[in-house]
């Protein structure tokens, strides 16, 4: 399973905002350091040209879902052959991979800690075990925390958790108590909480 193992915390001040839970804390509270990494760091006032922004637009949304560029690369170029608006789809594939829906649904803290929770198995998806972390799940799915794992510390850590942790999504129906949950259907653009401009993205890899 490839995925990205540097230091988030250091992205996270790269790109100006909490990327996880880790970073939140991080970059909050009297000695935060909310800015650029580096020795520079705090001088930098450089305006960044188009392709920059674009660029960081990009590295922030990959970032934010834990992919490698090949992956991320991969979900555009299938998004941009499909009827509809590129950028639109482009989230909607991201936010139904499997480790997005179960941190989305509070069964871990961090889609870190739901990939290997996912990867270890603990996970069954329409009474089926699924471990892969970027299976893409459809309208109806039903996603069940295996009954062995169900005393987990770290699923019950998710489910307590504050801004990382459980929210309500429309397109989503979780049974907190039972450990499961339903993935009801594709999010629209507004029902998807991310600070992205996808736009910037398209433009990007359009050129």
């Known amino acids: 399973m490839a995925r990205y193992r540097g230091p ?9 905002e909490a990327l996880s839970p ?7 509270g009297e000695n935060s350091r909310n800015f650029p990494p580096g020795q520079h760091g705090k001088n930098r006032r450089s305006r960044p040209s188009e392709y920059g922004r674009q660029l960081r637009e990009k590295q922030k949304c990959k ?13 555009f170029e299938k998004s941009s052959r499909e009827k509809g608006i590129t950028g639109d789809l482009l989230l909607q594939k991201l936010e139904s991979r499997l480790d997005n829906v179960v941190f989305r649904m509070g069964f871990a803290p961090s889609r870190p800690a739901a990939r290997q929770l ?34 987990l510390d770290i699923i019950h850590l998710g489910l307590r958790g504050g801004k990382y942790g459980v929210s309500e999504y429309s397109w989503l129906d979780v ?28 433009e990007l890899y359009s050129k």
Not at 66 to 72: A, D, I, P, V
Not at 125 to 151: A, C, F, M, T
């Open 175 to 202: 049974d907190k108590a039972g450990l499961e949950g339903t993935y009801l259907h594709s999010p629209v653009r507004e029902e998807i909480p991310v600070n992205v401009n996808e736009n910037l993205i398209v």
């Open 22 to 28: 880790k970073a939140e804390k991080a970059l909050s």
């Open 118 to 151: 996912i990867v270890h198995g603990h996970f069954h998806i329409n009474g089926k075990k699924v471990d892969i972390p970027s299976y893409l799940l459809s309208d109806g799915d039903r996603i069940q925390v295996k009954e062995k794992s169900k005393k």
């Open 63 to 75: 970032r934010i879902y834990g992919l490698l560029e090949k992956q991320f690369r991969n979900y």
């Open 8 to 16: 988030v915390v250091k992205l996270s001040r790269r790109e100006g």
